[in-house]
């Protein structure tokens, strides 16, 4: 079941958004290796955030 909210959003959208949260996830890998990173919990969140956009990009390619 597809919430509504994705449903409104376009693949080329998404795959800017998906260009920005890479690139958010590597400059927090690189605060985290040099020890600047206090909040390592947004690690977890930039992962998560990108295992769902390409999630719903994969099944929009099927469709």
Not at 18 to 39: P, W, Y
Not at 41 to 46: G, I, Q
């Amino acid at each position: 079941m597809k919430s509504k909210k994705n449903d409104t959003i376009s693949v080329t959208l998404l795959q800017s958004e998906l260009v920005k949260v890479l690139r958010e996830h590597f400059n927090l890998r690189i605060q985290a290796k040099s020890g600047q990173l206090k909040q390592l919990h947004l690690l977890k969140k930039v992962r998560r955030n990108i295992a769902s956009i390409k999630h719903y990009l994969s099944n929009n390619k099927k469709v």
